[in-house]
């Protein structure tokens, strides 16, 4: 039989939007200490969006808060759209930071920066987990993944910082945005697409991220924070893009997500407006 049922806070924030239900959906679950793990997941499976944050205590010296990050399969170290919107919604439930200008998240890839642009957040990612040139074997599958012309990739490369990204950039915004993947793929993949749109535009990179489930069914993702934050290192170290620039993603979804990304030294800021659209509270054992 089931524990005694607790009420306990939750939220659904609209993340990267750009004007209402035009983002990335996240719940976020407060005070979720009492939850175990298995008990983490199922509710993520429940709310069936792509991620599902807890809001825990923090553990680790100098952070104001922790979080685990549910998939509808698996525990994330680090997601970029789950940083945002749970820290959103920390402060929205009247979280006070230790220091008035930057808040620290505790996750599983360790204590994220993020700090306070007007009516945005923007959070500074962890280390890339793996990157340089991907080998034949991964650039066979993102072509067969993407029905595409190896031809048409002027560069492939990891771009992990926690999910898993293969980044690939094409010739442009309007090639990233005719791709037509496939519909299922038995491995594991997740890849990334980025192309620039053409001086002048309203936003400067257009970004679309492509992923399997556990059924092996692609999905794409509305607005994807950690791939953005790799593709920001990429375009800086490869000299594409050395001042602040704004991306768009979700366009093929009929989203309008832009995502604000600026430079401090070596550092990119990955920032978006977040929105509370839903609050209430639910029963969780």
């Not at 979280?95 to 993020?114: F, M, N, T, Y």
């Not at 366009?251 to 990119?268: I, K, N, Q, S, W």
């Given at each position: ?5 607790i ?5 659904l924030?609209d993340?990267f ?6 983002g990335?959906p ?7 200490e ?5 008990t983490?997941?199922?509710m ?6 792509s991620?599902?944050?807890f ?7 100098g952070?104001?808060?922790r ?20 820290c959103?919604a ?6 006070v ?16 920066p ?9 959070f ?17 599958q993102?072509?067969?993944?993407l ?9 492939c490369r ?14 442009s915004?309007?090639?990233?945005l005719?791709v037509?993947?496939?519909r299922?793929?038995e491995?594991r993949?997740e890849?990334?697409l ?10 400067d990179?257009?970004?679309r991220t ?28 490869t000299?594409?893009a050395d ?19 600026d ?6 800021w ?11 509270t639910?029963?969780?054992?």
């Amino acid at each position: 039989m089931e524990a005694m049922m607790i009420d306990r806070r939750y939220g659904l924030v609209d993340v990267f939007h750009d004007g209402p239900f035009s983002g990335n959906p996240l719940a976020v679950v407060h005070a979720a200490e009492a939850l175990d793990p298995e008990t983490m997941q199922r509710m993520a499976r429940w709310f069936n969006l792509s991620e599902t944050t807890f809001l825990l205590p923090p553990t680790a010296p100098g952070a104001d808060y922790r979080v685990r990050i549910f998939t509808l399969e698996r525990e994330l170290p680090f997601a970029g759209h789950p940083t945002l919107g749970t820290c959103h919604a920390w402060l929205e439930a009247g979280g006070v930071p230790r220091d008035a200008g930057r808040i620290v998240q505790q996750c599983g890839a360790g204590l994220i920066p993020i700090r306070r642009d007007g009516e945005r957040l923007a959070f500074a990612p962890p280390p890339l987990l793996r990157a340089g040139a991907v080998d034949a074997v991964a650039l066979d599958q993102v072509v067969e993944v993407l029905r595409i012309d190896p031809a048409d990739i002027v560069e492939c490369r990891w771009a992990d910082n926690g999910p898993g990204w293969i980044g690939v950039m094409l010739k442009s915004a309007e090639a990233v945005l005719a791709v037509e993947p496939l519909r299922f793929h038995e491995a594991r993949i997740e890849i990334g697409l980025v192309g620039a749109h053409p001086a002048g535009a309203p936003v400067d990179w257009e970004i679309r991220t492509i992923f399997s489930d556990a059924t092996g069914t692609l999905i794409e993702d509305p607005v994807t924070g950690s791939f953005n934050a790799a593709v920001a290192m990429w375009l800086r170290e490869t000299g594409r893009a050395d001042d602040a620039y704004i991306a768009a993603q979700g366009t093929r979804l009929g989203r309008r997500g832009r995502v604000f990304v600026d430079y401090e030294g070596d550092v990119a800021w990955i920032g978006g407006r977040v929105r509370t659209m839903v609050a209430g509270t639910l029963d969780a054992g």
